[in-house]
C-alpha cells in the first residue's frame, strides 16, 4: 500500500516538474524580458510532436517514425519550437508589445489546427503513440519505474534551474535585466534592446519544447486535446503564483498550482454527480481565471517575486529620508 | 466556383467586423488589446437568449414569427435589453479590474494578462451557467431567397446585414459628428492633454466600454441568430477580430468594419478552395502577412 502511495506521489511529482520546466521558459520570456506569450500550448506541443516524430517507431500510415534515441528527440524538439518562437519574435517584437501577445496567440489556434488537420504528419485527432518512455524495461516494477521516471525529471529541472540562474547573473541576464527596467538607459550603454529581447524569446520557447517532448516520453501517448488553450492558462497561473522573474518561484508554483489542480479535479470526480462533471469543471476553470487577475491585482509579484532593483534602491533611498 | 461564398463572407465579415469597431476603440483609447473582448460576443448571445426565453415565457405572442423573419418580437426587444446589460457587464469588469491597473499606472501588458484571466473566467462561467450545448433563438426552417447572380439569402441574414451596416455607420456618425466623438478622438490622440483640455477622461473610457459591448452583443445575437449560440462563440472569433482590428489600423472605425468585410469573405473563400477545416487559419495568415508588410494597417497612422 505505502508502496502504492510512494509510486503515485513520484508519478504526480514527475508530472508537476514537467510543468515546472514549460514555467522555466516562461519565466526567461516574461519573468525576466517582460515578453507575453500567449501560445505557450504550440510551443509545447510543437516540441512533443517533434520529438515523438523522431523517436517512434515506423509507422505506415504517417510520415517518419525513425526510431532515433530519446534524448536526440528531446534536442529536436528544442531545436524545432526554439525555431518557431525565433520566428514569431522576429515578427513582432519590434512592433508594440501586445502584437506579439496576439501573434503567439494566432500561433495557438494554427498549431492546433495542424495538429488536427495534417493527418499524414501527426495523426490527427488520435495523436501518436508507442513513444518510447525512458526506462521502458523497469515498466514491470512500478515503483522502480516511477523513481527512475522522477529521477529524470529532476534532474532536467536542477540542471534547468542553475543554468537559468547561472545566465540570470551573468552580463546577458544583466542586461536583459537593465531592459526591462530601463528601456532607454540600457539603449544609451549601446545594448539593442529588440536583439536581446528576441534571443530571450527564443530561448523560452526551445526550453518549452524540451519540457513538451520530456511530457510526451513520460506519458508515452500525444493528442491534439493535451494541448488545449487551458494549458496556457495553467502554466501562467503557476508562474504568477509562484512568482515571476524567480526560478524558485517558477518550480514551486508549478508544483503547487498542480496540486490544487489535481486535488480539485479528484474532488470534483468524487463528489459530484456525472452528469454535472462538465459544469463543475468548468468553475475550476472560473477559478484559475479569478485567480490569475486577483494575483495581479494584490500580489503582483507572487508569492516569491522578484523585488526590482530599481524599487530596492528606491525604498533604501526612501527609508532615511522618511526619519 | 460557386458565386455562393460572397454572400457567406459578408455575413461572417459583417459579425467579424462588428467585434473588431469594439477591439479597435478599446485598443486606441484604453490602449491596450483586450483579450475578453471576444466573451462580450459571447454574453451578448446568451444574454438576448435568456431575455427572449423569459419574454416568451410572460407572452406566448412574442415568439410567434413576425414574417417574413424566423423570430417574434421577443427577440428585437431582448436583443436592445441585452445590449444595455451587455454594457453594463463591460463597465463591471473595468470596475473591478482594468480600473485599479490604470490608476496605478500598470504596464500595458498586465493590463492584457487581466483581460486574459478575465476571459478565462467569463467563457467558463458561461459554460457552467449554460453548459456548453449550442442553443437557438429559433428552431424554425428559413428558405433563401434568389437574389440573382447565382447568390442565395434567407430573409434573417439580409435584415442583419442591414443591422451591421445601420450600427457601423451610426458609430462612425457618433465618432466624427458628436462631442463625445470628438473627445473620445482627443484621448486617444494624447490623455493627458485631452483632461488638460477639460475632457472628462472617466466618462470618455466609460462611453468606449459601453459602445465596444454594446456592438459586440449585436455581432453575438447576429452570429447566434444566424449559426448558433455556443460558450466558445466569442473565443473562436477573437482571432479573427484582432486580425480585422489591426488589418482596419487600430482606431480606424470604418476600417475595422472593411478589414472584418475582407477577412470573412477571405475566409469563405478559403473554405470553398481549401476546405473547412483551415477556416480559422485564414486570419492568422492576413495578420502575419499584415504584420510584415503594412504593421500600421491599411488606414492607421504611424505610430
Not at chain 1, 536583459?176 to 539603449?187: K, T, V
Not at chain 1, 494541448?227 to 503547487?256: D, E, H, K
Not at chain 2, 480600473?99 to 478575465?118: C, K
Request: hydrophobic fraction near 55%.
Amino acid at each position: 500500500m505505502t508502496l502504492d502511495i510512494l509510486a503515485y506521489a513520484a508519478f504526480f511529482l514527475s508530472m508537476a516538474l514537467t510543468y515546472a520546466i514549460i514555467c522555466l521558459g516562461l519565466n526567461v520570456q516574461w519573468g525576466m524580458t517582460g515578453l507575453f506569450n500567449v501560445g505557450i500550448a504550440a510551443f509545447v506541443a510543437v516540441g512533443a510532436y517533434t520529438s515523438a516524430l523522431l523517436t517512434t517507431p515506423p509507422s505506415p500510415d504517417r510520415f517518419g517514425g525513425f526510431e532515433l534515441p530519446i534524448f536526440v528527440g528531446w534536442l529536436g524538439a528544442a531545436v524545432t519550437s526554439g525555431l518557431l518562437s525565433w520566428a514569431v519574435g522576429a515578427l513582432t517584437i519590434r512592433l508594440r508589445s501586445d502584437y506579439l501577445a496576439i501573434a503567439t496567440f494566432g500561433i495557438a489556434v494554427t498549431v492546433q489546427l495542424c495538429m488536427l488537420n495534417l493527418q499524414p504528419l501527426t495523426g490527427g485527432p488520435f495523436g501518436i503513440g508507442f513513444i518510447p518512455r525512458p526506462f521502458a524495461d523497469l515498466q514491470d516494477n512500478a515503483l522502480a519505474f516511477s523513481l527512475a521516471n522522477f529521477a529524470v525529471m529532476a534532474i532536467v529541472v536542477l540542471a534547468l534551474y542553475l543554468a537559468l540562474e547561472h545566465l540570470a547573473k551573468s552580463p546577458w541576464g544583466r542586461v536583459l535585466r537593465a531592459i526591462r527596467e530601463d528601456e532607454m538607459a540600457a539603449q544609451a550603454l549601446g545594448k539593442r534592446p529588440i536583439r536581446f529581447r528576441l534571443q530571450a524569446f527564443t530561448l523560452g520557447g526551445a526550453i518549452m519544447g524540451l519540457a513538451g517532448a520530456a511530457q510526451a516520453h513520460f506519458i508515452g501517448f500525444i493528442a491534439p486535446d493535451n494541448y488545449m488553450p487551458i494549458l496556457t492558462f495553467q502554466v501562467w497561473a503557476m508562474l504568477i503564483v509562484g512568482g515571476s522573474g524567480n526560478n524558485r518561484g517558477a518550480i514551486a508554483g508549478a508544483i503547487l498550482v498542480w496540486g490544487l489542480w489535481a486535488l480539485s479535479a479528484a474532488a470534483v470526480s468524487t463528489f459530484v454527480p456525472a452528469e454535472q462533471q462538465a459544469r463543475a469543471a468548468s468553475l475550476q476553470i472560473v477559478a484559475i481565471g479569478v485567480g490569475l487577475c486577483l494575483m495581479l491585482l494584490w500580489r503582483p509579484r507572487g508569492l516569491f517575486g522578484e523585488v526590482s532593483p530599481l524599487t530596492r534602491l528606491k525604498s533604501l533611498r526612501a527609508a532615511p529620508s522618511k526619519e | 466556383m460557386n458565386p455562393q461564398f460572397i454572400m457567406d463572407g459578408l455575413i461572417a465579415g459583417a459579425i467579424i467586423g462588428l467585434g473588431a469597431v469594439g477591439v479597435t476603440l478599446t485598443y486606441s483609447i484604453l490602449r491596450f488589446s483586450n483579450f475578453a473582448h471576444g466573451e462580450l460576443l459571447s454574453w451578448g448571445a446568451y444574454l438576448a437568449l435568456a431575455v427572449a426565453g423569459a419574454l416568451g415565457f410572460l407572452s406566448a405572442g412574442l415568439t410567434k414569427p413576425i414574417a417574413p423573419f424566423s423570430f417574434g418580437w421577443a427577440l428585437p426587444i431582448s436583443a436592445v435589453i441585452a445590449i444595455g446589460l451587455t454594457g453594463l457587464l463591460a463597465l463591471a469588469v473595468d470596475a473591478l479590474l482594468f480600473s485599479s491597473f490604470r490608476r496605478r499606472g500598470s504596464a500595458i501588458i498586465i493590463m492584457v494578462m487581466a483581460s486574459f484571466g478575465a476571459s478565462l473566467a467569463l467563457r467558463s462561467l458561461l459554460e457552467f451557467l449554460f453548459t456548453s450545448k449550442p442553443a437557438y433563438f429559433t428552431k424554425a426552417l428559413q428558405i433563401a431567397m434568389k437574389l440573382g447572380g447565382g447568390l442565395r439569402a434567407t430573409p434573417d441574414q439580409l435584415l442583419m446585414l442591414g443591422v451591421a451596416l445601420v450600427a457601423v455607420v451610426t458609430v462612425h456618425l457618433l465618432m466624427t459628428r458628436t462631442d463625445i466623438g470628438r473627445a473620445m478622438r482627443a484621448v486617444s490622440e494624447n490623455p493627458a492633454l485631452a483632461s488638460i483640455a477639460g475632457i472628462d477622461v472617466r466618462r470618455v473610457i466609460r462611453t468606449v466600454w459601453f459602445l465596444g459591448a454594446a456592438l459586440a452583443c449585436v455581432a453575438g445575437i447576429m452570429s447566434g441568430l444566424l449559426i448558433q449560440i455556443r460558450p466558445y462563440l466569442g473565443h473562436d472569433l477573437l482571432l479573427p477580430l484582432f486580425a480585422a482590428a489591426i488589418l482596419g489600423g487600430i482606431g480606424s472605425v470604418p476600417g475595422a468594419m472593411l478589414a472584418g468585410l475582407i477577412i470573412g469573405l477571405c475566409e469563405a473563400l478559403a473554405v470553398q478552395a481549401v476546405g473547412a477545416e483551415w477556416r480559422a487559419a485564414v486570419s492568422f495568415v492576413i495578420l502575419i502577412a499584415v504584420l510584415l508588410v503594412r504593421p500600421r494597417g491599411l488606414f492607421g497612422k504611424a505610430s
